[in-house]
Structures are given as structure tokens and as C-alpha cells.
């Protein structure tokens, strides 16, 4: 059974930093892309980043480019989204997911997510 | 970016009745070389996580009831719930995955009339 359990969130102030985890158990980890989607109180759902199988391809969304990154390690079957200069727009819920077989950007499992909140 | 634009926000519709939510893509999303449309529908019911139902616009993930079916091509994509049942209750959102950055619709939500 594909489990992804995400972790680390919290309250930060306006451009502080925080680490979101993903421990992902149920499948090969390293065969699969994992992606972070958000989804701000109320509203829809934001892709966030995808970091492929290996771990050699990452791509971000334009609100986070330059202020996010994400990483893998297979060792422990986690994935990583490093979040700095965080501001109030970045409030959100994390959702971590799996990519499929048809594509990376096809998200079969979700985890439970985790809250953001940023605030002075 | 690819735009999609989900009609209408919100529905209610009687039990065992059909649901229908469209979704509209600024500029195709098929791909000839394959020939597959690049997009996806999703479930969200309330306090849960998104729960896939369709990729490649019309194959319903496994373990998915056969009363959701998608169609579409191109730019024009249809989700039908074809005897809505109370667990049904949800908001719905498409995805493209044609090309990066990968968007959603803005969701329609669902209720029982």
C-alpha cells in the first residue's frame, strides 16, 4: 500500500525558512517523480515542484522559482522541499505526490498534507 | 502558462441524476505523436486530500466506479458523474500535464439538490 506522509510544517514569519519532508513507503521510490502541490485555505490547487525518479530533473512553478528547492534521498525514501523567503502568499497546506506510470505529472497518491502558515 | 477554466463553479444535482463539469484549455493539449490528451481529473472531497480519477482524459484510474467517465480532446474536456450518488460530494479539478507549469482548473463543486 503506497503511504506518503509529509512533515515539518509550522508557523514561520515573513522570510524566515522551512523544510518540508515526504517519507514515502508501498513502492520502488526511486522509479517514481514526486511532486508538491499546495493548496491556500480555500482555494484550489497550486503544482508547486516535481523532482524526477533519479533525482537529476527538478522543476519549480514561477512563484517559487528561485526561493524553493527540492530533493530526493533514496536511502530513506523522503523527498524535500526546502522553502526560503517565505512570505504570506506561500500559506498554504503541502500536499506531497506521487507521479504515475503515465506521467510524472500525474498524481496517483497524495499524502495528508501539511500546513504552512507565515506570519508576523 | 496553460490556462484551464472549469464551468460551472459549482452544481447541485438530484440523486442518481448526471453531473456534468466542463474544462477549457487555453491551447490544446494533445499531443499527435501519441496521440493522447494530456489531462487529468481529480476528486477532493471535504478535510481530504485530492484523489485521482482519469488521466489521459478518458482512463479512469484503476479501482475508480464506472459512473465517472471523461471525454474530450484538444481544448474541450467533459467529466460526467452519470448517476450521482451522496459520496460523490466534491470539489472536482482538472489538470493539465501537457507541459510544465503543470495547471489545474479552479475546481466545480458538487452538491446533492
Known amino acids: 500500500e503506497v503511504q506518503l506522509v509529509e512533515s515539518g510544517g509550522g508557523l514561520v514569519q515573513p522570510g524566515g525558512s522551512l523544510r518540508l519532508s515526504c517519507a514515502a513507503s508501498?513502492?520502488?521510490?526511486?522509479?517514481?517523480?514526486m511532486n508538491w502541490v499546495r493548496q491556500a485555505p480555500g482555494k484550489g490547487l497550486e503544482w508547486v515542484s516535481t523532482?524526477?525518479?533519479?533525482?537529476?530533473?527538478?522543476h519549480f512553478a514561477d512563484s517559487v522559482q528561485g526561493r524553493f528547492t527540492i530533493s530526493r534521498d533514496s536511502s530513506k525514501n523522503t523527498v524535500y522541499l526546502q522553502m526560503n523567503s517565505l512570505r504570506a502568499d506561500d500559506t498554504a497546506v503541502y500536499y506531497c505526490a506521487k507521479g504515475g506510470d503515465a506521467s510524472m505529472a500525474v498524481f496517483d497518491f497524495w499524502g495528508q498534507g501539511t500546513l504552512v502558515t507565515i506570519s508576523s | 502558462d496553460i490556462v484551464l477554466t472549469q464551468s460551472p463553479a459549482s452544481l447541485a444535482v438530484s440523486l442518481g441524476e448526471r453531473a456534468t463539469i466542463n474544462c477549457k484549455s487555453s491551447?490544446?493539449?494533445?499531443?499527435?505523436?501519441?496521440?493522447?490528451?494530456?489531462l487529468t481529473w481529480y476528486q477532493q472531497k471535504p478535510g481530504q486530500p485530492p484523489k485521482l480519477l482519469i488521466y489521459w482524459a478518458s482512463t479512469r484510474e484503476s479501482g475508480v466506479p464506472d459512473r465517472f467517465s471523461g471525454s474530450g480532446s484538444g481544448t474541450d474536456f467533459t467529466l460526467t458523474i452519470s448517476s450521482l450518488q451522496a459520496e460523490d460530494v466534491a470539489v472536482y479539478y482538472c489538470?493539465?500535464?501537457?507541459?510544465?507549469?503543470?495547471?489545474f482548473g479552479q475546481g466545480t463543486k458538487v452538491e446533492i439538490k
Open positions: 523532482i524526477s525518479g533519479s533525482g537529476d530533473n527538478t
Open positions: 489538470q493539465q500535464y501537457y507541459s510544465t507549469p503543470w495547471t
Open positions: 491551447q490544446s493539449i494533445f499531443y499527435s505523436s501519441n496521440n493522447k490528451d494530456y
Open positions: 508501498g513502492f520502488t521510490f526511486n522509479t517514481y517523480a
